[in-house]
């Protein structure tokens, strides 16, 4: 297993130089009406499917930025976003 | 108070024995280092100053009278100054020499002592980088100079690629500042099968008036 | 022993002797040798004794395929002669045989065979448990292979390379270098790897030749010739493929030459195409005793001769399946052995030419006849041979017994890549029916043997490679292709396995000493598949890695009938594809770490450096583990400590107080100018992850620190929180750029009085004030903190004067008896004023309410969306959590219990999170995280210190902090 994620400023990379951000669960909620559970499932609750999911990484190692990449869970490669596995 | 002959410290420390050496605004410096050799050189340039800048357009940021790069990536030379371009919204000045010409302004942020820098420069330096980094820092698809952003001896570097010219290969890298013993000793150890040596300041600035009379 | 030394196809210096011991004796080589040629060319024929059964084991392949000739080399075990290269001076001994390999005392096992059917370990040394101390020492003593000493050393140099290409092509044959030098051509950056230590593969050493009549030697000459001369190819030698994974990575590892042939550097390649060439080895024949010394395969016999100058023999026997046998009888005879007959399990379908090579040379051709039986002890010295139905058998003397069924792909490689095997009755071999994107396979790999189509499989491979990069060479790739349909195909093979009427000792995997009868035996017990019957066997789990037993397993169990598979199916393959010492994996070692400005000074002045994260500090000033001078001094005088691995940052723009706002439970929106704010980040969960002190340098311009556990993770944290918002600000990590000096003590003031003009008094800069002002021309930031409870300046200074500074406060602290102070003189004087440390008074589940530091948390600021604040809303009254209390011994002449001590009321309660001696109090005191009904003061906890064998130490909730509570000596 081996991974190569394609930072937007710095181009394709060694996974390693990435530190994972976790799936994109979007921005975060408001604080106001959350319950312990509802809290508990934004913080920590993840989908975990097979397949091609959206997903944030910080590029640690090179220029410090977040991003959203899709990656195939199955395969470890990254999916173009244009593509219509990108639709979940 | 006031003391005389106050000096600060590189966060580097080359072996070699010194030929030629001086004071530049409380910094000692190596001119030059008995017995270079024919390369490839590795040079302290931790004094020379680095400036960050961060914001929206970047190039409204620098106030120094350079051309802006264009993408993360690209770098820009005039002279002894360089800009690299980092990323949308950051950018870093280097001064070979002496001080930035003008004030660094709210958007800039003088980084020279959060970092160490180094040149590497002469025969053999892509061999000695490939056996530090993963990164490809000869590929053929980029034009030199050129910023990479990225692992060094496991470090996060900033990496600027000068030249590629067989003889004139120079690249300069800088990290942070803390790991200038186990940095300088990566590279000793990886450029040792190459018979690196230290090199003067001197012998990194013909190599650069060499480069940029090249790149007009 | 004399060689061969006219031949062109030579690899070996005759003239160049290399002298070597091998357990007593004292032998020579000569440069170019492998071990295992040169022990070979003195004579040695038995180089070990397998792995269960003691039996004598030699020379079969010369490209490590099997365990039969792991040697000791200079004290190191388990080196494989076959690919280790002789040097000057080396010390070889043979291993698992006792005295020698030859007269071994433990030959007796192969007798007790039957004692130790196929799954031996799993069904026999199972029950009863008892039995098992006793067995293991025996068993250990007598299986198993090399012995490695406690107190092993990895000889040689260590360091790794990363090459960057957009090919890598894996074997250098033919179709490798065909592929390498078309995608040059073409503008590619070309790695190749090469497992022997030269170029060529299977046709480097063949006098063989097409129609042609260019002997293969010769034009494969010329194409290392071109490949050498090519800018673009970068060709590994010595250089095996560990493992192949996604996205294009390779690794692999290449040995060093002699002299120093334990040097191993790894490789790492990304490329964006990957051609495997990797050609075939032979797939053995089974028989009884098909691995008596003097049984080798083809190519060993062949390459002996050609390559090393050795005569595999005097007098041959050969039974073969395949035109290469027939070659190499025909090319031995020629070089002097005598061939006593060849048996051809095929009974048609050889090579004509071939067949009329033979019988000019009269030597006997057996079609449909195969070997069943090999005699002699430790070496062949006849072979019985029959024909196909059994009936016919003849029994001929000789002392080289060459033997293989057929060939079989070398597919690891490309099976790790992604590519899906499927059986092929053509070629009998497992071949790939789809490939990966970007993955290429030729060669002789794919079944072609014929030079010309190798050659253009290869070309072919290396368009489609330079294709992948964006070269799109349309009318060269269709010439090729037509060139190729042109040329002969994948030549047939057989599939015949097993010699009829054997099977008892004929041994399917020589690493583990399986034998075809082991095999049944697993299919009788119900196993059905291949992939189980390796594991349950033990076929293919050896340092070979399978490539003997990797082919033969999934067609013997197919004929079986055991399997419910319509055509064979392979084993699976996994990394490492070759035997890889974890020393060479981790390469260069490069373990990079951080000093401060002061590190010198600091081990100059006595400091005891210890490794904290990325960082070195100094834990002490002397032998004393308590630290006692240095806390006096504090306490008393004067100390100073380099904290210059606190995290500090900028951040500045418009949107950073917005920022701050997000990450720090305080209201950002009012830190004022001249004063340090101290705050704490929490994570989502509320538990508290760093604090640290915020100071407003100018307008939308903050300057703050962190933890130096978090200051290498403050960025991202920050831009991760605030990923969805695109405000604008910047953020600077300032962590290097400023040493740090905490001057503390009730002199402080005094001596930094004297290096600077500024104003200093408790008027113009009081506690929690921040200031900025010169010392000796220096520009210097100050804040007045208390961390460890005294009158302290923590002063930021530019990490190139941070020595010239902290030299000026020496000396002029020198009258006041200024002394540095290390991490554990802080660690007690911050526990005296019950400051918490991150990481020592919190743990993961630790929330900001519990250590008490909830007053930090300002409630009212939904606009922030506070990381933190919703769950910090939640426990903030949660019962049954861990609260953080300060105690102190009942009886306070006992010791402080250590650290994670547990606190125990029949059932684990709490624990210390740290415990100290005072001496300013004259009595252990200690922080505690315990639940929350022992939370109150004047409770009594009684703590389960590790190796009190039971005696619990008592001790009381007591009312913090425990120095100064009133906090005056810190506003003075």
Redesign the interface.
Known sequence: MAFTITCPICGPRSGYEFRYGGEDKGPRPDPADMTPESWCDYAHMTDSRPGVQKEWWYHRAGCGIWFTIYRDTTTNLEVSPDSPETVA | MKSDNRLRQSPVKLDGRPHRTQVRDHWPLVSEYADEGDGPWLVDLSHCHRIDFQGKPLGAMIPESLPEPEAPGDVRIQDMTMITRMGNVQGCLWCFGQAPANPIGFNGTDITEATLALAIAGRHTFAIAEKLSSLDLQSPGEALPRLYQGPFARVPCQIVVLDAVPGREMLLLSCSRGYGRDMVEAITNAGAEFHLRSAGEDRFMGMWETMTRGLS | MIRLNHLPTLRINPGAPRSFAYGRRRLQGVEGDTVATALFANGVRVFGRSLKYHRPRGLYSLDGESSNTLVNVNGVPNVCAETTPLAEGMRVSSQNAFPTPDLDLLGFMDALSWAMPAGFYYRVLHKPARLWPLAVPVIRKMAGVGTLPPDFQAPGRR??????ADLCVIGAGVAGMSAALAAAEA?L?VVVFESRPWPGGAFEYRPGAARDGVPYFQKTAELIAAVQASPHIRLFLNAPVIGV?????VTAFQRGRPPHPFDERYI?V?AASLVVTTGCIERPLLFDHNERPGVMQAGCAHRLARTWGILPGHTAVFSVGHDLGLEVAADLFDLGVEIAAVADLRQDGMDPALVDALSQRRIPLLRGWSVTKAHGRNRVTKATLAGANGRFRKTLDCDLLVASAGLTPVTGPLTLAGARLAFDEHTGFFLPDSLPPRVHTAGRLTGRQNWHAVAASGRLAGLYAARDNGIDQAAAIDELVHELGARPGPARGTQFVIAPGSGKKAFICFDEDATVKNVDQAMDKGFDVPELIKRFASVGTGPGQGGIPGHNLPLYVHQSGASPDAHPRPTTVRVPLVPTFLATYAG?R????????L?ALQEADGGRMERLG??HRARRFSEDGRSREEILAVRTAVGMLDASTLGKF?I??PDAVKVLDRVYVGDMTRVPRTRAKYSAMCN??GCLTDDGVIVRTSDN?YYFTTSTGRAGVT??WI???T???DW?F?????????GVINLAGPEARAVLQ????ADVSNEAFPYMGYREFA????PVRAMRLGFVGELSFELHV???????IWS?LMKAGKDFGIRPFGLEAQNTLRLEKCHVIIGSESEQRTTLHDVGLGFLWHRDK?WA?TVG???L??TEHQPGRLKLVGFRMADPSAAPPKDGSAIVDRRIRGYVCASRYSFTLKEPVGLALVEEPLSAKGSSLDIYENGCGGQLARAEVSETPFYDPEGRRLRV
């Open positions: 360091d790794e390379i990363y090459p960057a503008g950056r994974y996604s996205n294009g990575l790492e990304r260069t490069l373990d990079m770490s951080k000093r401060t400005p590190h990325v960082w900028r500045f723009g989502e969960d311009d960025v991202e831009r991760y929180h990923r969805f918002d604008d910047g953020i600077v990590n300032l962590t290097d750029a400023y004297r290096v600077t003009d010392v000796d021309e220096i530019p990490a190139s004067w941070m020595v010239h000026l939904p969306k604040d919703v769950a809303r939640q």
